[in-house]
C-alpha cells in the first residue's frame, strides 16, 4: 500500500493528475483483495492532495466493508458519503441492504432502508429487489408475495428479476399453480420470461421428479426463440441419472447435440449421478461417447472429467470413473493426480489424501512438485496448514525442491489461519533467501497486511 501512497505522491509531485478511472480501479481492486483499509488509506491521501472522490470510489469501499462483514462501518462511510455531498447511488443502497439481511436477517435489513428513505435516500427497483430476495431465502415465501404485491405502491412496478426472484421460491416449494399464475403476469417488456426463468422452472421440475414437464418447458423454449444451453439441459440429465434411467439420458443427450448444445462440466457430473444409482459402466459409456465428440484426444478428455468430477465434490465417482477409464488405457497424470488430491482435500477426506502418494509409488508413478502442492493447498484450505508443513518436510527428505508456489501456498495458508505474525516473519525468512519474487512478496504484504509484522 505505501508503494501505490508513493506512486501517487511522486505522480503528484511531477504534475501528472492521475484520473479518475486509475484511481478508482486502484482502490477497487485493493478491496476486492480485502485490504479495504488500505484502500482508505490511499482515498484519504488522494483527499489530502485535493483530488476529490466520487459516489463510485466509495461504493467500492462500501462494498468492501461489506464483505469483510463490517455493517456498521458501511454505515459510517454512508454518512460521510452525505455530508461531503455525495448522493448515494442504487448500488450503494443495494450492496448495504444485502449486507444486512445476510448479518442480521431481512427485517434489520428492512428497518434500514426504512431509515435510508428517512434520511432523504432514493432507493430504487434494485433495493427493493435485494430485500425480496432476503425474504425468500428465510423461507418467507408469503410475505415475500405480499411484499411483491406491495411494490407499486411504493411507486416500483416488477421486473423480470423481480418475478424470477419470487417463481424460485414458488417452484422450490413446489407450489405450481401460484406459479404458472405468476408466470402467466410476464407478458411485459420489464418482465418477459428471460433464459434465467425457464432454467428456474426447469431445475425445479427436475429436482420434483417431473422431467417430462421440463422437456416441454425445452420445447418451449425452442418455439420462443431462446437458444438452449447446457445449463437448461443438466438438471434433467442429474435427475435421470439420479433415478438410473439411462435410456432417458442418452435420448436426453441426444436431443442436446441435434440442438446444437454443447455439454459442459455440469453435463459430466450430472451423468456422474448414475455412479450413485449403481450403474457406473453405464456412466463410463455415456461419458466415452461424449469425448468421442468432442475435438480433443481421449487422454485430454478424461483428465478434464475427472477434474471438473473433484472441483464439483464429485471425487468418488471421479475415482470410479477413472477405475473404468484405466480399462481403456487411460493413465492418470500429474494433472489427474492434482485433481483427486484437491478434491480429496475439499471434501475433507485427509487421510485419503495423504494415501494418494502411497498408491502412486505403489504404481511406480513418481510424485512431482505440482502434486504436492497440490496437497499442501488442499490441507491449507482445509485449515491444517500444521499438516501441511509435515508434507511440506516430507518433501524436502524424499529430494523433491519447492517452488515459488509451495512457498507462496504456506504463507497464505499461515496467513489464511489468522497467525499474520508467523506469516510475516516466515515471508520474511524465504525473502532472505531469495526464493520468492520481489512482486509475489508485494502482492502477499498487500494482500495479507503484512507490512510493520
Known amino acids: 500500500m505505501k508503494r501505490a501512497i508513493k506512486v501517487m505522491e511522486m505522480m503528484v509531485s511531477s504534475g501528472i493528475i492521475p484520473d479518475a478511472s486509475s484511481y478508482t480501479y486502484l482502490v477497487n481492486s485493493l478491496c476486492k483483495r480485502g485490504n479495504v483499509g488500505y484502500a482508505m488509506q490511499l482515498v484519504e491521501k488522494m483527499e489530502e492532495y485535493g483530488y476529490p472522490t466520487n459516489t463510485v470510489t466509495y461504493n467500492s469501499l462500501v462494498r468492501g466493508l461489506c464483505l469483510l462483514g463490517n455493517l456498521n462501518q458501511s454505515l459510517q462511510f454512508l454518512d460521510r458519503l452525505i455530508q461531503k455531498g455525495l448522493v448515494p447511488n442504487a448500488f450503494t443502497y443495494s450492496f448495504l441492504l444485502e449486507a444486512a439481511y445476510k448479518e442480521r436477517g431481512v427485517d434489520e435489513a428492512m428497518k434500514l432502508l426504512d431509515e435510508i428513505i428517512a434520511k432523504g435516500g432514493k432507493p430504487n427497483l434494485v433495493s427493493y429487489n435485494v430485500l425480496l430476495t432476503g425474504l425468500c ?88 426463440g431462446f437458444r438452449l444451453t447446457a445449463a437448461s439441459y443438466n438438471p434433467i440429465i442429474a435427475r435421470l441419472c439420479s433415478e438410473g434411467k439411462v435410456d432417458l439420458v442418452v435420448k436426453c443427450l441426444d436431443q442436446m447435440f441435434y440442438r446444437r448444445c454443447k455439454p459442459n462440466e455440469g453435463t459430466y457430473n450430472a451423468v456422474a449421478a448414475l455412479c450413485g444409482a449403481g450403474k457406473v459402466q453405464e456412466a463410463f459409456s455415456i461419458i466415452q461417447s461424449l469425448g468421442n465428440k468432442q475435438n480433443t484426444s481421449s487422454h485430454d478428455f478424461y483428465k478434464n472429467v475427472i477434474s471438473s468430477l473433484c472441483r464439483k465434490g464429485n471425487t468418488y465417482q471421479a475415482f470410479q470413473l477413472l477405475y473404468e477409464m484405466t480399462k481403456y488405457g487411460f493413465t492418470p497424470d500429474s494433472y489427474t493426480y492434482s485433481s483427486l488430491i484437491r478434491g480429496l482435500c475439499l471434501e475433507g477426506m485427509i487421510e485419503e489424501a495423504l494415501e494418494i502418494f502411497v498408491v502412486m509409488e505403489e504404481y511406480d508413478y513418481k510424485p512431482d512438485v505440482d502434486n504436492f502442492n497440490a496437497l499442501i493447498l488442499g490441507l491449507c484450505k482445509s485449515k491444517r496448514t500444521d499438516l501441511s508443513l509435515e508434507v511440506f518436510e516430507m518433501m524436502i527428505e524424499k529430494g523433491y525442491m519447492p517452488n515459488e508456489t509451495t512457498y507462496t501456498i504456506l504463507v497464505e495458508g499461515i496467513a489464511h489461519e489468522g497467525q499474520l505474525k508467523l506469516s510475516a516473519e516466515v515471508l520474511k525468512e524465504l525473502q532472505l533467501r531469495k526464493v520468492l519474487s520481489r512482486s509475489t512478496v508485494d502482492r502477499l504484504i498487500m494482500q495479507y497486511d503484512l507490512e510493520g509484522l
Do not use: Q
Not at 428479476?161 to 416449494?173: A, D, P
Not at 426463468?197 to 429436482?207: D, E
Not at 422437456?215 to 418455439?223: A, C, G, S, T, V
Open 137 to 224: 431465502k428465510e423461507g418467507r415465501t408469503e410475505e415475500a408475495i405480499r411484499f411483491f404485491r406491495d411494490l407499486p405502491s411504493k411507486g416500483f412496478y416488477p421486473n423480470v428479476v423481480s418475478y424470477n426472484i419470487l417463481l424460485r421460491s414458488l417452484c422450490h416449494e413446489g407450489r405450481w399453480e401460484e406459479a404458472n399464475d405468476l408466470l402467466a403476469e410476464m407478458d411485459g417488456e420489464d418482465r418477459s420470461p428471460s433464459l434465467v426463468t425457464y432454467n428456474i422452472l426447469i431445475g425445479s421440475l427436475a429436482f420434483h421428479s417431473r422431467t417430462d414437464h421440463a422437456l416441454k418447458i425445452l420445447d418451449e423454449m425452442i418455439k420462443g
